[in-house]
């Protein structure tokens, strides 16, 4: 499960509904499936599992248990106040993404043009992906978040 795009979260009931196309012509006791659920997604299986458990063989969630707070507490914390205009994650006011940017930019300067660059370049050029989505500046910076989670 992942979010539509950014800013929109996925609707469980959207994930039932394919689920339940999907499996229409299987029978009963293979119409279940399994869930496995990383950070946003740890969220999202735990309400589809909430929703509609019926629908479900297992889940398996990894980083990504609801707090009391909601998810948006959970990123503010991590990535502090993002601001959306920003060439890369080290304009964020806190939190550990600005951290990491620091340490990968100190170790790697000659980066920092290359990625305005490469922004830039994004903002002004349409770029298609193989599956047919658009590679967007803001798409680009979320690739830093996965290389950043090692080392």
């Known amino acids: 499960m992942d979010q539509r795009s950014p800013g929109q979260r996925i609707s469980v009931n959207d994930c039932e509904a394919i689920r339940k196309i999907l499996t229409a012509d299987f029978p009963e006791e293979k119409q279940k499936w399994s869930l496995l659920g990383q950070s946003f997604g740890g969220f999202c299986c735990v309400s589809y599992l909430s929703k509609f458990p019926e629908g479900l063989r297992e889940v ?8 009391l707070a909601g998810p948006d507490v959970v990123y503010e914390k991590l990535f502090g106040r993002l601001n959306p205009k920003a060439l890369d994650a080290s304009q964020c006011d806190t939190g550990k993404v600005k951290e990491r940017n620091g340490a ?40 830093g978040m996965h290389f950043g989670a090692h080392g």
């Open 60 to 67: 398996f969630t990894s980083g990504g248990l609801p707090p």
């Open 104 to 143: 990968y930019y100190r170790k790697y300067p000659e980066d920092i043009q290359r990625v305005k660059d490469i922004i830039r370049y994004l903002e002004s050029d349409k770029i298609i992906l193989p599956s047919g989505g658009t590679l967007s500046a803001l798409r680009f910076r979320q690739l």
